[in-house]
């Protein structure tokens, strides 16, 4: 079809300004280096879909007619791996975090750009071990590699899905400890801490717990594969080890890594609640310190996976009191979203309505991680769909619906052109509905008693099943929506102008897309962040 | 203070060699504490285990070779000595001292991993490595004893890994320094590999007591 784009004057920026794929796979520039994770983590994110689509076909009936038991704890597994390891952690800090933070702070690049590369390189070998797994026949053990079923017993490739899971971790912690000498050490002049913009703020804390609990779950892989493969014991019983040890190294880096994938999609929502309310963020300081509060108290938390893993009832009551003080700083930060918005100027463009999902679903998977985080109602509730549905409301009801948000927010900014405002906006209301349709009768599953990681259920429990399936199906659609709109926006969209939301924030100050230093100019800061009063006029996009 | 002429080795994306120095030793620093973070999970296990068996890892840790343990640390000490000397010399400019205490450093560290891979060959020949053949003799508490040994191999062997790393990173400097890369201006390199170094070291003096010399009333010196 004819387009009605006007001609392209060739200005040179980040993405033209030398060109062949040798220019994108060694470069060191911060923003390409997001775009090659933006495409990596969408492939991932693409392969644990097709995952979760054979979970959620195998369970409209209740009897295992699609796949075998064994089959299907590969598929739940691999979904797992893929998910966390491959899509969640990296999503936001890898792709928007890579390209805005050095943007955002009027610098020319993180601090160490092939330090930057590097960690790319990393996940991609990573991966290539993950996907190694997938092909030879896949691993068995549920994304948690509980010992000694891990170590001992499991027909899977424990030992090849440990190790590259423990190489990207390494990707993880580059990344982080650049965040952090970056946000240290190359802010513009002028640009004190409280005048960081909140998302800087949450990648901060973000970065610490990278840096700071990756490394642990590292060396836990790496004992579960010395025990597998050399049978050099740590865990397994039969070797003198204690398999509750292994639980809670495992869950020390991987209740932390949960707060990996939320706290940057917060620090989305911030950006763009603000943005479209035209409101500076009520209660800045509390926002960006409630960011370094989750981060704190997150490592504080993680015995509350072990409830009923034969951790002592002292343990666990402060384990519980921990995790009900983690839902503190989460809460101030919904409150203060709220307040936000109260009488500002509220448009419903479509990163605003993903914002609006998110803090929908965050707070009813916060809430109902109050329900497990107390002792007595855990014990019924561990293991069945409430926990599945919990943890699903916090992973996809919030940090994926952050990413997308984020993703349909700098859009333009990233590539320079605008996508379809309608089809956005439709995806953004399927993606809302079939995530409700799909994970809100979990719940009440789970309450009824269905225990997770089974693939045949009593007769009774078919209805909220098959919902969920349904759901799942509208889900589909929501996410594979986008995936065409803003592929057709790259070549067909409308240009973007510098700062088609009418946002604050230094990254709005230079081109779409920007130009391969980011500014002309190193910018100096002489204001808070969120200053609408200098905003000349409000650019409508529709 | 410096002058503003921009220096060959200043990297694009940065406004001055200040700050790209300093962004260098923040981030050394924070890699640093990953890898505490790192050998904390192994410390972890150490602690909980020889807390809950203390019996087995008394008489176990008895096994290891005292003298050996004792000659490697006091190896691995000079050899943080001429690490910080030749972070000096670096300073100074004086590029022969650099070479010569770089090259000091290696010898070191090659002494260190040699008694190293001794000591592992002595645990192999007596059949003190986890595993079905393992044997050991007069170990009290005989189901836990293993436990003792690997973290014994988890933690000296990853100690040992990040020896070799820096081994291999040392060689690369010394061929470095040797061709005048660098200048009393900017040795980057050096001091954070120096700092590396010191790191490596240090991780070896906790390994030392908590491997070598608690309860090693057990049995007496020998």
Redesign the interface.
Request: hydrophobic share 55%.
């Given at each position: 079809m004819i387009t009605a784009s006007p001609p392209v004057k060739e200005t040179k920026n980040y993405l033209n300004h030398e060109r062949g794929i040798k220019s994108w796979l060694l470069t060191g520039d911060h923003k390409r280096i997001a775009i090659l994770y933006l495409i990596s983590v969408t492939l991932f994110f693409a392969l644990g879909g097709v995952f979760a689509s054979l979970i959620r076909l195998e369970l409209s009936t209740p009897a295992g007619d699609l796949l075998e038991s064994n089959q299907y704890n590969k598929v739940f597994t691999m979904h797992g791996i893929l998910m966390v390891f491959f899509f969640l952690i990296p999503s936001i800090p890898a792709t928007l975090g890579n390209f805005l933070i050095p943007m955002m702070i009027g610098?020319?690049?993180l601090?160490?750009?092939k330090i930057n590369l590097l960690s790319w390189y990393i996940y991609v070998v990573g991966g290539i071990f993950t996907l190694y797994v997938l092909l030879t026949g896949g691993v068995d053990t549920g994304w948690t590699f509980y010992t000694p079923f891990s170590t001992s017993y499991s027909n899977g490739y424990v030992i090849a899905a440990g190790l590259g899971i423990f190489i990207n971790g390494f990707s993880s912690?580059l990344t982080g400890?650049?965040f952090?000498?970056?946000i240290?050490?190359?802010r513009a002049p002028g640009l004190t801490w409280f005048r960081l913009p909140l998302f800087v703020w949450a990648h901060y804390a973000t970065s610490a717990i990278m840096?700071?609990?990756?490394?642990?779950v590292?060396?836990?892989l790496?004992?579960v594969v010395?025990e597998r493969g050399?049978?050099?014991?740590?865990f397994d019983p039969a070797?003198?080890?204690?398999p509750v040890?292994f639980q809670?190294?495992f869950w020390?880096y991987s209740h932390p890594a949960v707060y990996i994938m939320i706290l940057p999609s917060m620090g989305v929502i911030s950006e763009v609640i603000s943005t479209f309310s035209s409101k500076k963020p009520f209660g800045y300081t509390f926002i960006a310190f409630s960011s370094v509060a989750i981060a704190v108290f997150g490592f504080l938390v993680w015995g509350h996976h072990l409830f009923v893993a034969g951790q002592s009832i002292y343990a666990g009551l402060v384990f519980s009191i921990l995790s009900y003080v983690v839902a503190i700083p989460s809460a101030i930060k919904v409150f203060n979203w709220a307040a936000t918005m109260y009488k500002g100027k509220v448009r419903l463009e479509t990163p605003m309505l993903y914002a609006l999902g998110f803090i929908g679903l965050f707070t009813v998977g916060g809430l109902t991680g109050i329900f497990l985080s107390s002792l007595g109602m855990d014990v019924h509730l561990t293991d069945t769909y409430f926990v599945v549905a919990h943890f699903h409301y916090v992973m996809v009801g919030g940090a994926l619906l952050g990413y997308l948000c984020g993703i349909h927010f700098w859009w333009p900014k990233i590539f320079g052109r605008m996508y379809s405002q309608v089809w956005s906006k439709v995806s953004a209301v399927l993606v809302f509905v079939g995530f409700n349709l799909t994970f809100f009768p979990q719940f009440l599953l789970g309450y009824m008693g269905m225990p997770r990681r089974y693939h045949v259920y009593p007769p009774e429990f078919q209805v909220f099943n098959v919902l969920s399936s349904a759901g799942a199906s509208v889900l589909a659609l929501g996410l594979i929506l986008p995936a065409i709109y803003l592929t057709w926006s790259l070549k067909h969209g409308e240009i973007a102008s510098e700062n088609p939301w009418g946002a604050t924030g230094l990254e709005w100050q230079t081109a779409s897309p920007p130009i391969m230093?980011n500014f002309e100019v190193?910018p100096v800061v002489t204001t808070e962040a969120y200053d609408y009063s200098t905003q000349q006029e409000v650019v409508h996009v529709g | 203070m410096a002058s503003h002429a921009v220096s060959t080795t200043l990297r694009?994306?940065f406004?001055s060699d200040e700050?790209q120095k300093?962004?260098a030793t923040?981030?050394m620093w924070?890699?640093l504490?990953?890898?505490i973070?790192?050998?904390?999970?192994?410390f972890?296990?150490y602690f909980?285990?020889r807390q809950?068996?203390p019996a087995?890892f008394a008489s176990a840790s008895n096994k290891t070779n005292l003298w050996l343990g004792a000659a490697n640390t006091t190896v691995l000490i000079c050899s943080s000595l001429t690490m910080a000397l030749a972070v000096h010399a670096a300073s100074m400019g004086k590029k022969t001292l650099l070479v010569l205490f770089l090259i000091m450093t290696l010898l070191l560290g090659g002494a260190f991993l040699g008694v190293k891979a001794y000591e592992y060959h002595d645990k192999w020949v007596h059949h003190e490595?986890?595993?079905?053949h393992f044997e050991c003799e007069g170990c009290e508490d005989a189901?836990?004893?293993?436990?003792f040994f690997?973290?014994y191999?988890?933690m000296t062997g990853?100690h040992a890994t990040h020896m070799l790393i820096g081994f291999v990173i040392l060689v690369i400097l010394i061929v470095q320094a040797a061709r005048g890369k660098f200048t009393e201006k900017w040795y980057t390199p050096i001091e954070m590999f120096g700092l590396y170094w010191h790191f490596v070291d240090i991780v070896w003096i906790f390994l030392f007591p908590l491997l070598y010399l608690i309860d090693r009333s057990h049995t007496g010196l020998k």
């Open positions: 610098a020319k690049d601090a160490f750009p912690i400890l650049n952090i000498v970056t240290h050490r190359m840096i700071l609990g990756t490394p642990v590292a060396v836990t790496f004992l010395l050399f049978h050099i014991g740590f070797y003198g080890g204690d040890l809670h190294l020390f230093e190193t | 694009h994306h406004a700050q300093d962004a923040i981030g924070v890699f504490v990953t890898e973070m790192f050998f904390g999970g192994l972890l296990a909980a285990y809950a068996y087995a490595i986890p595993g079905q189901g836990h004893a293993p436990l690997s973290l191999f988890a990853l």
